[in-house]
């Protein structure tokens, strides 16, 4: 079973509109740990949060703000006033606390118009 | 500085060949991963190590072997069996439950 979902595929925004990319996850476990990473073009992955399971505080960083909500099993990320440098692929992660395993999302790709 | 360097960055084997993907960290790290990115599509793990000398499987290891000689390598060998091995390969390393860093990754094509 896939034990992260993004179910957007690909986005396509105006450069300084919003969007918020969605991410479900599937965990029996009680503690476990969210992340969201960034693939640009080069192709590196670039970690941009961590989340565990007990602080359900949503974050902001900058123009970027995560929305984590154990209710719906959702970890959304949304950039406010998008730039054509937040093109990329953007992807969800889920790591339990038993085992080393991350288990990544399918990716959704963004491209910011200019 | 601290990272995670894989070389090359590209390469190209001919059908038949094996050939090693080299994976280096200076993080201290306990763990390391590879995984396998194909166009458009995910990550899609290929080996795992938690400690020297141990490994594990991940969901698409036939064709791929690993060893993990030293805390800081963990090469991969993309064997003859492997029957579509062109792909984007990345290599990561973490601490326990903490966030995984990736290499700049290696594009291998076969010939």
């Known amino acids: 079973a896939q034990k992260v979902t993004q179910a957007q595929t690909e986005i396509s925004v105006v450069e300084k509109e919003d969007v918020t990319l969605d991410c479900v996850y599937e965990t029996r476990d009680t503690t476990y740990y969210l992340f969201w990473y960034k693939q640009p073009p080069s192709g590196e992955l670039v970690f941009l949060i961590r989340r565990n399971s007990f602080d359900e505080q949503n974050e902001i960083s900058g123009r970027y703000s995560w929305n984590f909500q154990k209710s719906t099993s959702s970890f959304n990320f949304t950039i406010t006033a998008s730039q054509v440098v937040d093109s990329a692929v953007y992807f969800c992660a889920l790591s339990e606390a038993f085992g080393n395993q991350f288990y990544f999302g399918t990716g959704t790709s963004l491209t910011v118009i200019p | 500085d601290g990272g995670i360097t894989q070389s090359p960055k590209y390469l190209f084997r001919k059908e038949g060949q094996n050939v090693t993907l080299s994976c280096e960290q200076n993080?201290?790290?306990?763990?390391m991963y590879w995984y396998r990115q194909d166009p458009g599509q995910g990550l899609r793990l290929i080996y795992y190590?938690?400690?020297?000398?141990?490994?594990q499987k991940g969901d698409i290891a036939e064709g791929y072997s690993v060893s993990r000689e030293k805390k800081e390598s963990f090469p991969l060998t993309v064997t003859s069996a492997q029957k579509n091995p062109t792909a984007f390969y990345l290599c990561?390393?973490?601490?326990?439950?903490?966030?995984?860093?990736f290499g700049p990754g290696t594009r291998l094509t076969v010939l």
């Open positions: 190590s938690q400690i020297v000398n141990d490994f």
């Open positions: 993080l201290n790290h306990d763990a």
């Open positions: 990561a390393s973490a601490l326990s439950y903490n966030e995984q860093f």
